[in-house]
């Protein structure tokens, strides 16, 4: 089994920043990818910031320029979120493609628990 925890989420200001981690633990011979997904109230969960094949990123049109991950392929996964603006205001979860055996080509996915961002003044 494996585990996902986020944190760092919280309150901050309109024009703030927070930094989000999310560590993975357990059963781990591989990670294939961390990103970040979201959900805000009420809406539909929706990618913030996930990996490409290509090895590049790929960023959410609404936190291009803003939000940046980090250490996708490691065991820990960071998002830094700048400029937060109210709309920003979500649960955010981390997945991650784990394999747990030799032999697994492609990984099984994980997710935390989420971790809230409240963007308000």
């Known amino acids: 089994q494996v585990q996902l925890v986020e944190s760092g989420g919280g309150l901050v200001q309109p024009g703030g920043s927070l930094r989000l981690s999310c560590v993975a633990s357990g059963s781990i011979f591989k990670i294939y990818s961390m990103g970040w997904y979201r959900q805000a109230p009420g809406k539909q969960l929706e990618l913030v910031a996930t990996?490409?094949?290509?090895?590049?990123t790929n960023y959410a049109d609404s936190v291009k320029g803003r939000f940046t991950i980090s250490g996708v392929y490691a065991n820990t996964v960071y998002l830094q979120m700048n400029d937060l603006k109210p709309e920003d205001t979500a649960d955010y979860y981390c997945?991650?493609?784990?394999?747990?055996?030799?032999?697994?080509?492609?990984?099984?996915?994980?997710w935390g628990k989420g971790t809230l961002v409240t963007v308000s003044s």
């Open positions: 997945n991650a493609r784990v394999a747990s055996v030799a032999g697994d080509y492609s990984g099984v996915p994980y």
């Open positions: 990996p490409t094949s290509g090895g590049s």
